[in-house]
């Protein structure tokens, strides 16, 4: 059917369904129902044909003589003006596409399907794409986008989401937000798509990546400086101590911002943990007493945690960590081994993990019982763990090279070992805690 006859019958049904009732503005059918009908009928068999060009005077008509007329007046006209801005970038476009927006809410109050926060979110979202630095605008957009989240609550989609933080960074550099406003935001929106990522709907993935864009943001405005935080958080925490959902998310907070200093770090872990005892919980503690030179506690905390731990990677970090104060700070080097090996067991590729056997072999040399020859073949077995550790993680690989060459000096010489029947290469079984197989070899 070509367009002329759309337009007759078109024209045609008006006048046998429209009565003599006065036309306003306001009025259903606007101005000039016969106009209004004939328009539409046009505007939308191009827009079906994706004509937008020829579309925008017959929709135009619609728009500014019956904005009352029907929902996809709107619905469609945003998609032809997105599309006329895309063609000519002048801004006279873009101010007709807030238009869209805001006569929309005004006209569409009344109709079930449009719903103002949604409009007012996608109008939000469009200001910041076409801002274009107008520092006015990104403001107006982050108050529409705000009174979105506001009247939607759950509805509001991830894009949406992220955007408003987005502009909340813009804003927070330029000062045009506070840096109290944008952190509790953060706090907020976290929450937010925390509870939609695991509530099993519909796009749940796309709330993870939101979530993910969100820290990544936070973390590259360089906006909550620990000070900043503290002075926030500790209001925070003093008026939610009873809420164990708020100190989580302090908790997070500080330890993804590397503010395990502060005292309120220490207060919060120690609360969730008496609330809520945890592997995670009990980890911040054992970390805290460790750098109040609390070992003890550090020990007692940091087991814990290994034992509430369901997940194999944190129980082997876990383990090192108890390896490694065994090694340098008590010097018992046969808990540091038994420790590193329980990582192991969680890990096996974990580098770090025969580095500290290796350097718990090296370090217990002297104490190791038998004379100077016997001593010096504990070097082989710790070089064997240095060897090992490269081997299965190639980032210690530099490391474990050191470690080789420093140790390697302390092997046995060729002399000693020909007094003892050893020749390079064979195989040789150290005793006592260590209790391994190696092969001789000598320095050079």
Known sequence: MTMKKI?????????????????????????????????ASLYTEYFKQKNYEEALAPWRYVFLNAPAFQLNTYVRGEAIIEYMIRKTKKKEYVDTLMMVFD?????????????????????????????????????????????SYELEGNDVPPKQVHMTFQVACDLAKENQLTKDDFINLYIDFADFVDKQASSGEKGCDDYL????????????????????LN???????????DSLSVLKDIYKLLKKQDCTDLPLYATIAESIYHKEPSAEAAYGLAVMFYRKNDIPKFEQYLKEAIDKTDNETDRADYNLNLAQVYLSTKRDYQQAKKYALAALKSNPNLGQAYLTIGLAYASASNSYEGDEFEKRTVFWAAVDKFTKAKQVDPSVAEKANEFISKYSVYFPSKEDAFFRSITSG???????????TTTARFKE
């Not at 064979?426 to 391994?436: P, R, S």
Request: proline share 1%; with cysteine.
């Open 103 to 147: 006569r929309r809410n005004q006209y569409m109050k009344n109709n079930p399907n449009n719903r103002e926060g949604i409009v007012l979110g996608k109008k939000g979202m469009a200001q910041f794409k076409y801002a274009n630095g107008d520092i006015n605008m990104i403001k107006d957009a982050f108050h529409n986008m705000m009174k």
């Open 426 to 436: 064979a195989t040789v079984k150290v005793g006592g805690w260590i209790n391994e």
């Open 7 to 39: 337009a007759v019958l078109a024209l045609g049904m008006c006048l046998f369904t429209i009565g003599t009732k006065a036309q306003t503005l306001e009025s259903k059918f606007g101005l000039d129902s016969a106009n209004t009908i004939l328009n």
């Open 209 to 228: 990546v939101c979530k993910a864009n969100l820290e990544a943001m936070f973390i590259d405005s360089g906006l909550a400086d620990c000070m900043t």
């Open 231 to 241: 002075d926030l958080l500790v209001k925070k925490y003093e008026a939610n101590k």
